[in-house]
Nanobody, 118 residues
Framework: HVQLVESGGGSVQAGDSLTLSCTHAEYTFGHCAMGWYRQVPGKERELVASIKPDGTTTYTDSVKGRFIISHDNAERTMYLQMNDLKTEDTAVYTC?????????????WGQGTQVTVS
């Protein structure tokens, strides 16, 4: 049973930094990407950033230059370093991991962690 366990959310002020962690003891980060989604009430879930096992990363435009996604293989943990946070970054952040099927699909999800920027 794959579990993704997040930590690091909280309430901060605009301009502050925060780092989210997603630990995955049972999931092997070897083929499909892992990523961070966020969602605010009334809006669609948005893929914020993703990272592939080869280190390739993607970011949604609104966080480019401010957020950094990374992965520590030894710790089996994915991180999202969020710098210069803005009020519009307020959301529930959820880590996700892909499952290899015909292609990779987002199949595993964390419980979500609230980030509030005021």
């Amino acid at each position: 049973h794959v579990q993704l366990v997040e930590s690091g959310g909280g309430s901060v002020q605009a301009g502050d930094s925060l780092t989210l962690s997603c630990t995955h003891a049972e999931y092997t980060f070897g083929h499909c990407a892992m990523g961070w989604y966020r969602q605010v009430p009334g809006k669609e879930r948005e893929l914020v950033a993703s990272i592939k096992p080869d280190g390739t990363t993607t970011y949604t435009d609104s966080v480019k230059g401010r957020f950094i996604i990374s992965h520590d293989n030894a710790e089996r943990t994915m991180y999202l370093q969020m710098n210069d946070l803005k009020t519009e970054d307020t959301a529930v952040y959820t880590c996700a991991a892909g499952r290899r099927m015909l292609t990779c699909v987002w199949n595993y999800w964390g419980q979500g962690t609230q980030v509030t920027v005021s």
